[in-house]
């Protein structure tokens, strides 16, 4: 019987729950990856994907009409133009303190290194998710399945 264990990867990028969610954004889009688990130590406490950082990176910027304002002063025009720029500076630099702890998903689907196979099939298919933390007994992550190493344990002959 195929078991996760035989198909998991074991080097896998993580994170911890006070990292930058800028370094997230960054490492991920460096290793082309959709996401990774959120670790203390080895034990595993939530995972993060593009989704969450690209939901946190959607930045609300204020759009203001110039439009109309032809025949008003320059002044004011640029007066509208500098505030603006302030308050998108201020939404930047807050967002620049958030941490990963902030955005990540906290009741993560896992599964054990020994179940079989199909069960992860019936886990990522049941969840809607795009890979599995592999966590021993103790909760301490020791892999990842996803979707694609589900495909090589199709393709395996085995």
């Known amino acids: 019987m195929k078991r996760v264990k035989n198909y998991m990867r074991k080097d896998v990028v ?20 959709s996401g990774a688990p ?6 595993l406490v939530g995972i993060i994907t593009v989704s969450d950082v690209i939901k946190f990176m959607e930045v609300n910027i204020t759009n203001t009409s110039i439009g109309g304002l032809e025949k008003q002063s320059t002044t004011l025009m640029v007066t509208l133009m500098i505030k603006d720029e302030i308050e998108y ?3 930047v630099k807050k967002m620049a303190k958030s941490l990963v702890k902030d955005f990540m998903t906290k009741d993560v689907v896992t599964i054990a290194p020994e179940s079989p196979i199909i069960e992860a099939a ?6 809607k998710v795009n890979r599995l933390p592999v966590v021993d007994e103790k909760g301490k992550l020791i892999g990842v399945l996803s979707r694609t190493d589900m ?3 199709l393709l395996d002959k085995d």
């Open 14 to 33: 993580t994170f911890g729950p006070h990292d930058s969610i800028f370094d997230v954004a960054e490492i991920l889009a460096k290793e082309g990856i």
């Open 38 to 43: 959120v670790v203390d130590g080895r034990k």
């Open 89 to 91: 500076l201020a939404r």
């Open 122 to 127: 019936e886990l990522l298919d049941k969840h």
């Open 151 to 153: 495909l090589r344990a």
